[in-house]
């Protein structure tokens, strides 16, 4: 059995057990407390061993943000073709799905948004991600439920929220003063959904 487990990981899985096991440590640890050295004791296997799948820290931590952004546009497309076909339906509930994403996944969201392991620019996972977010705000404007001209500002102001509320609970910094972050967070992307909505009711 120890012999068939150290062929299986030649082969590849254990480039799979070590990011499965640093999305589960960064989830209880955060990503500082990454180290290639402890990941290789819980796979079994020598301390060099990683080192054949990836070349540092760094790669490691490209490799699961990569994946997680993947993860996260998938989640993102199930949850807005789910919604029906309102323009404000989708973008609310691409706001659920980032949120839910976050919380249930919190160790590939924080390697995403770190900062650690990047390349010079987005991933093209990550591209999609945002991608959609800003084609829901334009089906928005279009739709007249969403203020008209360059959405920039609407999509960040989309992203920052979501992304804000998704950061706090993951981070543990809810709830305080009787909070409920599981009641608000469907409300969140209702209530961008709707300010969107009153903006652009209001005269030019």
Partial sequence: MRAKRKADYHHGNLRRALIDAAVSAIAKHGVDALNLRQLAARAGVTPGAPYHHFTDREELLAAIAEEGFGRLGAELIAGRDAAGDEASARLEALGRAYINFAISCPGYFRVMF???GKSSGPSA???RAF???RDAVLACQEAGTA???DPSALVLTAWSAVHGFATLWV????PFEGMRPQQMAPELGRLLARMFAALARVPA
């Fill in 147 to 149: 203020p008209a001209g």
């Fill in 131 to 133: 991608h959609l977010l």
């Fill in 171 to 174: 981070d543990g910094a809810l």
């Fill in 125 to 127: 996972p990550g591209l």
């Fill in 114 to 116: 770190h900062g650690a």
